[in-house]
């Protein structure tokens, strides 16, 4: 351990309390996906004090706080946060105001955040980078609320419903070289690397029947929630077509299922993910999943209008670095340290991120339940943020010291699936369509 590595160690070790309580005050005040106001706020709050140059409004709750910025053609180094969090409820943390309570661990990445830059800020490490860093708040990570996003798109506010990929679309990821990411994750343990995961795209499908009185005239009404029974029922045939190396994942709710019950329901709306481990795989997964809800329509006589929108591109498997294990060691000496390996059926818009630019992930323990679950509970504090804090601020000095000679190294090695933010976006806009079969 260098002098600066323990200087960094001991001044978040110092800030402990001012990082729980940060992190704390987000967990209790959960916000949704392009709606996290508070959150963001709180964010720009802490960096200004922190006298950084901060800019907002990067994809409506998006916030850059930039530090070294006279050194960023040396190279960009993004710390990744996520802003929002999930609509669970009933769990014991929700936020009454929106329902949300982060069961996924998005306040554990801002509180790492928060701590690595009151470490990075102090000027005897900022000097020792050769680099820029940029702390980066980014907006719904969690792609839900597909209608609510389709209103945003509507009133010109956004075009993607996942904020990474909104970010990569407006520029905002086109001053950064690189990234740091982090998850939380059950146990006690911490993983460097990654491994890969499915993409998906999303589909919001409105039946439309027509209304009468379920008792005393059904005959006169064409009934539109049987019509989607039908196209649920179509879809759960074709699944076994879906074969098990691609790792489809189709998972529709409801979320318009009538008026009243004497009357026919003559609107239905339903939201899904269409989810696989390889573009080729969802796209083929989308194309049963449109015939199904059609053939619904068709057999009731009933119309169907069929958005889709562009999800997230497949997660990339990607190495562990050895500067995170370094960091791992560094931080939390007495935590077990893994590599991750495998394939994961969920979904993060850092795949979309990794298309462009390297991306390092690790995850830290400290937590257990399920994620996306009401048991999901914080238990060790300073591993679900001090240690978090510890690893992005060591990692980032292991990149950008020795004017930035490893970051440049590792820029310089990586083979983008994409050249700029353009291309990208081009590509994703295959992905947007709407079908309406009357």
Do not use: W
């Not at 000097?127 to 996003?149: M, R, S, W």
């Amino acid at each position: 351990m260098d002098q600066t590595e323990k200087l960094i160690i001991d001044i978040i070790d110092q800030h402990r309390d001012e990082v729980i309580e940060f992190a704390r005050d987000i967990y209790t005040h959960a916000e949704l996906g392009y709606k996290e106001f508070r959150t963001s706020q709180k964010f720009v709050n802490k960096m200004k004090e922190l006298g950084l140059h901060t800019e907002t409004g990067f994809a409506i709750t998006g916030v850059k706080a930039y530090l070294n910025e006279e050194k960023k053609e040396n190279a960009s180094l993004a710390l990744l946060g996520e802003l929002d969090a999930l609509r669970i409820p009933e769990h014991a943390y929700v936020n009454s105001e929106t329902d949300a309570a982060h069961c996924c661990g998005h306040h554990a990445q801002m509180a790492g955040i928060f701590g690595a830059a009151l470490a990075l800020t102090v000027p005897e490490i900022a000097e020792k980078l050769g680099g820029q860093v940029v702390f980066f708040a980014t907006p719904a990570e969690e792609y839900g609320e597909i209608e609510f996003k389709n209103q945003l798109r509507e009133q010109g506010k956004i075009r993607y419903g996942g904020g990474k990929c909104e970010l990569i679309r407006t520029g905002a990821f086109d001053d950064i070289d690189l990234c740091l990411a982090h998850h939380i994750q059950p146990g006690d343990e911490i993983q460097v690397g990654s491994g890969t995961g499915n993409g998906f795209v999303s589909k919001v499908i409105r039946y439309l029947g027509k209304a009468a009185h379920a008792a005393g005239a059904p005959d006169k009404g064409v009934n539109a929630l049987s019509a989607a029974s039908l196209g649920l029922q179509a879809l759960g045939l074709n699944r076994e077509t879906f074969r098990d190396e691609d790792c489809v994942r189709v998972h529709p709710i409801i979320t318009k299922g009538g008026n009243l019950v004497n009357v026919i329901p003559d609107e239905i709306v339903i939201e899904t993910l269409v989810r696989a481990k390889t573009i080729e795989a969802f796209t083929d997964a989308a194309k049963k999943t449109d015939r199904s809800f059609q053939a619904g329509a068709v057999a009731m006589g009933a119309k169907v209008e069929i958005n889709t929108l562009p999800g997230y591109l497949p997660t990339l498997a990607e190495q562990a670095l050895p500067e995170l294990k370094r960091a791992a060691e560094l931080a939390a000496p007495e935590v077990p340290v893994r590599e991750a390996a495998g394939h994961s059926g969920g979904s993060t818009d850092v795949g979309d991120v990794q298309h462009l630019m390297p991306v390092y992930t690790f995850n830290t323990g400290g937590v257990k339940g399920g994620l996306h679950q009401i048991n999901f509970e914080v238990t060790n504090e300073e591993e679900a943020y001090i240690d978090t804090a510890k690893m992005f601020a060591l990692a980032a000095y292991g990149l950008l010291k020795e004017k930035a000679a490893r970051s440049k190294e590792l820029v310089k090695n990586y083979k983008p699936v994409f050249k700029d933010s353009a291309e990208y976006t081009k590509f994703m806009e295959q992905f947007d369509s709407k079908e309406v079969l009357d």
